[in-house]
């Protein structure tokens, strides 16, 4: 009897190992989603940062902020149009892989993602080289941020896009280390920077070349029309 009763034991040791390591191999464990590596099809581009995928899902690219399209009675910033026929080119009606960082949703819903094709391509990645977008970083999704930001010195360098015809007075700008954005000095967020954590800039081309992005509440117009 106890030499059966060790072998069931072990029987069922054994399947519960197997149980464990396929859930680890997973990835259920180490808290990244289960679906980090399947490809989906996309059904739609909503815009130079936005996809829709066959399943319903909306996605946004993390990392990147393009210009905007028309939308709520707000008329198209600067190569808005341009953005989004360029990310049609890169993914519509094409399966794409999504990748994953610490927050998988925004506050609208949608789903947070780094973006590839089958061919490799880091869609995110292309869009800013291109000058079709510029660096977005927001804690705590920053795994690939020294990548974006290296694409978008090399974009202005080549004045691409919405760095083509970058014309600009000099004014102080307030940058804030932590959130990685900047500020006009009248903006009431700005005047709420912290001590330690502000910056100042003296032109918005420095701001973006440091890898911070403009407010949204005092900067209204878009990228390229300073």
């Not at 912290?194 to 992005?213: P, Q, S, T």
Request: charged share 25%; proline share 2%; aromatic share 16%.
């Amino acid at each position: 009897m106890r030499i059966e009763s060790g072998l069931i034991v072990r029987k069922y040791l054994f399947y519960f190992s197997v149980f464990f390591l396929t859930i680890l191999s997973s990835g259920f464990l180490s808290g990244r989603p289960l679906l980090a590596h399947e490809w989906f099809h996309v059904k739609w581009v909503n815009d130079g940062d936005t996809i829709l995928l066959a399943d319903g899902r909306h996605v946004r690219y993390i990392g990147i902020n393009a210009p905007e399209i028309d939308h709520e009675n707000k008329k198209a910033e600067v190569f808005g149009y341009e953005a989004k026929k360029y990310n049609q080119t890169l993914v519509l009606y094409k399966m794409v892989r999504l990748e994953f960082d610490k927050e998988t949703h925004d506050r609208y819903g949608r789903t947070l993602a780094y973006v590839f094709l089958s061919n490799g391509v880091f869609v995110n990645k292309v869009l800013i080289e291109q000058g079709y977008a510029y660096c977005l970083s927001r804690r705590p999704n920053i795994k690939y941020d020294s990548v974006l930001l290296q694409s978008q010195r090399d974009a202005m360098s080549a004045k691409r896009k919405i760095w083509s015809n970058w014309k600009e007075k000099k004014r102080r700008y307030w940058g804030n280390r932590r959130s990685k954005r900047f500020h006009y000095t009248t903006c009431s967020f700005g005047k709420m920077i912290a001590r330690e954590n502000k910056i100042v800039f003296l032109r918005m081309w420095d701001a973006f070349r440091a890898g911070y992005a403009p407010c949204k509440k005092c900067m209204v117009r878009g990228v390229g029309e300073n």
